[in-house]
């Protein structure tokens, strides 16, 4: 799965709840990246 790491501002490919493999950031500052169209938006 494609993340985008927040602090180091990265594209990587992990497993969830792996933390950055660039700058070691930890998972809940990695936003997963959806090419999807949102359209259906989380409440
Ligand atoms: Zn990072």
Redesign the pocket.
Known sequence: MKYR??????I?DIEEGDS??????SPD??EPLEEKDDKEEKK
Request: net charge positive.
């Open positions: 790491c927040k602090v180091c501002g990265q990587i950055c493999p660039i700058c070691g950031a500052r990695l």
